[in-house]
DNA sequence: CTTCCTATCT
DNA sequence: TAGATAGGAA
């Protein structure tokens, strides 16, 4: 394949303008095929992210753009790694399709998902591992929310004082188990990706570390009861949280969640003000099967840039996944809540008005969600603005009438201008329809 | 000089 | 086509 050549990058050209490559002592050695493992690219990704921690970016392609090569390289720290690899497939990595960049979507807010869950336990396995991997664990029944579910479930923030837990299955070739190595080397962290801490003394992150899936299949066996990979992640937040994040710098790519082991629960649910919960957020490609199929139908990515501030929110976000209908919900024993990302398409698509046009490109914050929700009520009846809430203008359009033509000012000069849903979103494939 | 960046090659 | 290479630019 291909053979080791000499490296004439960097020297002086003769005077024909052609690279002297006739110095010995520039010929690359030890440089070998390198293949992009699964593994090798999560790592590639977790300090792509990692080293993008705090730094700005707007789009997927800044995402990528933040970290160099050499920067990558040394982090990485792998033998034989060379910059040159890292940065060919920095290349290819950074190489999305144009409508993931378009149908970048930034949500301020998203809409909040109820999770109720009373009573906790402390997982005995848990407990055994120590306090590194000590969660604790619920130990109730499962809040479901779909999204046939009224969106006023959604919308009412719940002041409850609950735990928080991340419960981490089978540590057998658990990819959430990997090690990840800091960037300054100050903190190795040798435990799970998500770096939780016990219930008290949250002051700072509960989970700030970068967790990347790529490409990752979970429980990729059709055996409903086996579960390889249960993945549950509960942010529920009883204490004080300000100014701390939840979830930051997340990154979740191609992930084929079967038999619902996926449990993404982002529950903040304090009145604790300067929050940011699950802020960076990157979500491609989800494909959610519950009969242990694989389905490759799910191809369209959002975004979520900016950090979740301002007050008890949540996000969760996961956009254009398949959903298997036909599923035993019992599978859904082992989440306190469990989202259903079904018909969670109207939050990131680029539906609404073709008026309004939905421009999102040049920074701003927030655009325009548009509701049409069969499901739902009156508007006025089911989507108030409880209290001083961000939002401003919530509208819906049960008859499905269309896009509003009024143009519901903000009159607050708030975050939020419109809300719109539509909640008959059934397919999974809903390509950005613009240019 | 090194590294970045990107087109091009294999 | 994934990954390496080339070569100009910073």
Redesign the pocket.
Known sequence: ?????????????NNE???Q?NVIDKV?TG???????ED??VRFMQVVHQLGEGRKFTSLIIFF?R???????EVMSLPGL???????????S??VPHETKSSFRKFRVMPYLQANVPNQQWNQDQIQRGTEYSFPTHNTKNTFARGETSIQQLYRPQFQVQPHYLNINNSFNNPFLSPQTNVTGELQQRGPLFGMLGSQGLQDSIIGNTNFWRAMTLNNEDNLTEKNYNFDLNVVEGATYSGSRIVSSTYIGNAIINNYNLNVIADNVTTYSSSAMMSDTYVENVTINGLGETNTNANSQQYVGEPIMSGPRNIVVASHENYVVGSNSNEKENSDAYLNFNNMDYLFQNLGPSGANLPNEQGNEFDQVYSNNQNLGPPSANLPNQQDSEFDQVYSDDQNLGPPSANLPNEHDSEFDQVYFDDQVTGASTPDSQE
Not at 1 to 11: E, F, P, S, V
Not at 67 to 73: G, N, S
Request: glycine content about 4%; hydrophobic content about 30%; charged content about 40%.
């Open positions: 394949m291909l053979q080791r050549k000499r490296d004439t990058k960097g020297m002086k050209k303008g052609e690279r490559n690359v440089k070998e095929f390198r293949e992009w493992t090798l690219h753009y970290c160099f090569p050499k920067e990558i390289v060379t910059r040159m690899q890292v940065a060919s497939h920095l290349q290819r950074k190489n």
